[in-house]
């Protein structure tokens, strides 16, 4: 295991962490793209030949509002899960980018703005876990 040195500290600027965190952007939104791809693939595997029925509109199912159902979904191998999935990894990205925020300030010795984003964090974790 490699120790940390100054040198290491040093080469943690503000290009490496714009580089690393476009990076983390990339593949959070890929890697969601692919996931409701998967499970629209999925879904209308199961569901081509059902009509659809435009006349009244059908909100999700309750077990897709809450993770936990999500989860049992696409445990289940449900299309609809593994969408949901797919949109809560989406959702999860931008709140990434500002947990990693923190620690490249941090990283930077820059307290000022790893503050102003740990507080950035807590009202994106307050708004998506009670609203």
Known sequence: MKMSTNQDLKSWNDKKIETLIGSLLRS????????????????????????????????????????????????????????????????????????FSIFGFCKERDRLYAVIAAIVLLILLYSLIFS
């Open 28 to 99: 959070g939104v890929l890697s969601s793209a692919l996931v409701v791809f998967v499970g629209a693939i999925i879904f209308l595997a199961g569901n081509a030949r059902s009509p659809a029925g435009y006349r009244v509109f059908h909100g999700e199912p309750a077990d897709l509002r809450t993770v936990g159902g999500v989860l049992r979904d696409v445990a289940a191998l449900r299309g609809r899960g593994i969408i949901q999935l797919g949109l809560l990894l989406l959702i999860a990205t931008p709140v990434a980018r500002v947990a």
